[in-house]
């Protein structure tokens, strides 16, 4: 009785130390258990990037609207809209799409203390112009709206 138990227990602790062996590293991993090792994943924090983003993200966000679509030259557009994320009082920057980049106007709101703001603007050319509301320092913007002058 003691030759079989202790020949299963040599027969256990290689078994073990095999396992062991194999599985310290992926193609062992995979051997030993026939399930691919799990691949790490990237994991985004909330956290602004230094270039602005096109989406939302946890920290802050910009949402903006036209009262008009299309416009004669010479004529105002309301800009509205909400933030989240962003303090009363910070200034927001009205930006328009110049060959491919992505120009300041010179038209500035500030942040209202329930979270909207208001920002009007003159074409003075006509064209399709695409603006988007962002903050002064970029961190945050929204997505285009286009505004058609004629």
């Given at each position: 009785?003691?030759?079989?138990?202790?020949?299963?227990?040599?027969?256990?602790?290689?078994?073990?130390?095999?396992?062991?062996?194999?599985?310290?590293?992926?193609?062992?991993?995979?051997?030993?258990?026939?399930?691919?090792?799990?691949?790490?994943?990237?994991?985004?924090?909330?956290?602004?990037?230094?270039?602005?983003?096109?989406?939302?993200t946890a920290?802050?966000?910009?949402?903006?609207?036209?009262?008009?679509k299309?416009?004669?030259?010479?004529?105002?557009?309301?800009?509205?809209?909400?933030?989240?994320?962003?303090?009363?009082?910070?200034?927001?920057?009205?930006?328009?799409?110049?060959?491919?980049?992505?120009?300041?106007?010179?038209?500035?709101?500030?942040?209202n203390?329930?979270?909207?703001?208001?920002?009007?603007?003159?074409?003075?050319?006509?064209?399709?112009?695409?603006?988007?509301?962002?903050?002064?320092?970029?961190?945050?913007?929204?997505?285009?709206?286009?505004?058609?002058?004629?």
């Amino acid at each position: 009785m003691s030759f079989s138990r202790s020949r299963r227990t040599r027969a256990l602790a290689a078994g073990v130390l095999s396992a062991a062996v194999l599985s310290t590293g992926t193609a062992g991993a995979v051997a030993a258990t026939g399930v691919p090792a799990p691949k790490p994943t990237v994991t985004r924090t909330g956290m602004p990037s230094m270039k602005p983003s096109r989406t939302a993200t946890a920290m802050g966000s910009i949402t903006v609207s036209a009262d008009r679509k299309a416009v004669k030259v010479g004529n105002t557009v309301v800009f509205t809209g909400r933030v989240k994320g962003i303090k009363a009082g910070s200034t927001l920057v009205l930006q328009h799409l110049h060959n491919g980049r992505w120009t300041t106007l010179r038209t500035t709101a500030a942040v209202n203390k329930n979270g909207t703001y208001t920002i009007k603007r003159t074409f003075t050319t006509k064209g399709a112009e695409q603006v988007r509301v962002a903050t002064k320092t970029g961190t945050f913007h929204s997505t285009p709206v286009t505004v058609k002058v004629s």
